[in-house]
């Protein structure tokens, strides 16, 4: 349980943090907004079409009678709004996060020197290009992981019982784990950390990324909400890849001077 305040804290304290830098926070909400209105045209879409893409994915129920083809196929359509929706919080984070490599990228930068004891950020000394790549190819990997466990949640779904209650539950710590490594992959990858030590280092503490990361994907089931918590979300996965690693911060009084002196924000 500790663990999983710990978590939880830091994503209170990232939070705060963008709160007190208003200049940072705004030039952070543009990438968030761009994937919104592309994933709320996807989930329309879906809502719209979704019957008709189920009635064709199941010509065999065509000469059912009434009301077994209405509640069969609507509640395929519901599974199928489930499934998307539960597909575009796990790869909201991963998409924004790649069209906004620059700006999270500063954010966390600047996050990095706000609470180091020497005021210094690590550096990966690559070149954007090669970041960029590198962040795609490890997101599209973490997308297929995601996808798995989403068609093994789908299928357990169909089970009495467990596939309404305890499933549910499995899913959103499941939603908590990939988020939060997404989140920290911004911090990571500029102290060289690849994707296999990454995945190691968080599932040696999962009460703490399940602190952190479930609360921020029920969070971001809320429309809107997911854009305007994703620059604190970024701050606070930054302050727990420090403690990840087991590297030094400034205390609580510390932080507070530093922001309390820091009168004229970088730009990102």
């Known amino acids: 349980m500790r663990e999983l305040g710990a978590g939880f804290k830091y994503l209170m304290e990232g939070q705060r943090w963008v709160a007190r830098h208003g200049r940072q926070y705004g030039f952070a909400l543009v990438p968030g907004l761009i994937t919104l209105v592309l994933y709320l045209g996807a989930l329309v879409a879906l809502a719209v079409w979704g019957d008709d893409f189920t009635a064709w994915a199941t010509p065999f129920a065509d000469d059912w009678s009434s009301p077994w083809q209405g509640l069969f196929r609507g509640f395929l359509t519901a599974v199928l709004f489930a499934l998307g929706l539960l597909?575009?919080?796990?790869?909201?984070?991963?998409?924004?996060?790649?069209?906004?490599?620059?700006?999270y990228e500063s954010l966390s930068e600047r996050v990095d020197r706000d609470v180091s004891p020497d005021g210094t950020a690590p550096s990966s000394g690559l070149p954007l290009w090669r970041e960029l790549w590198i962040s795609a190819r490890d997101s599209l990997r973490i997308l297929v992981r995601a996808l798995l466990w989403a068609v093994l949640l789908f299928a357990l779904g169909f089970i009495p019982f467990l596939g309404q209650t305890v499933v549910p539950v499995i899913g959103f710590f499941v939603t908590g784990f990939f988020l939060t490594e997404q989140l920290t992959?911004?911090?990571?990858?500029?102290?060289?950390?690849?994707?296999?030590?990454?995945?190691?280092?968080?599932?040696?503490?999962?009460?703490?990324?399940?602190?952190?990361?479930?609360?921020?994907?029920?969070?971001?089931?809320?429309?809107?909400?997911?854009?305007?918590?994703?620059?604190?979300?970024?701050?606070?996965?930054?302050?727990?890849?420090?403690d990840l690693l087991g590297e030094e911060s400034a205390d609580g009084e510390d932080r507070e001077d530093r922001e309390g002196t820091d009168t004229a924000p970088q730009p990102l």
């Open 185 to 242: 992959a911004v911090a990571l990858q500029r102290r060289n950390v690849d994707l296999r030590a990454r995945l190691a280092l968080l599932r040696s503490r999962k009460p703490l990324v399940w602190g952190f990361g479930t609360p921020l994907g029920l969070a971001f089931l809320v429309p809107f909400v997911a854009v305007f918590l994703m620059p604190g979300a970024v701050a606070g996965a930054t302050l727990m890849a420090r």
């Open 87 to 103: 597909l575009s919080v796990l790869t909201f984070t991963a998409v924004t996060l790649l069209i906004g490599e620059p700006f």
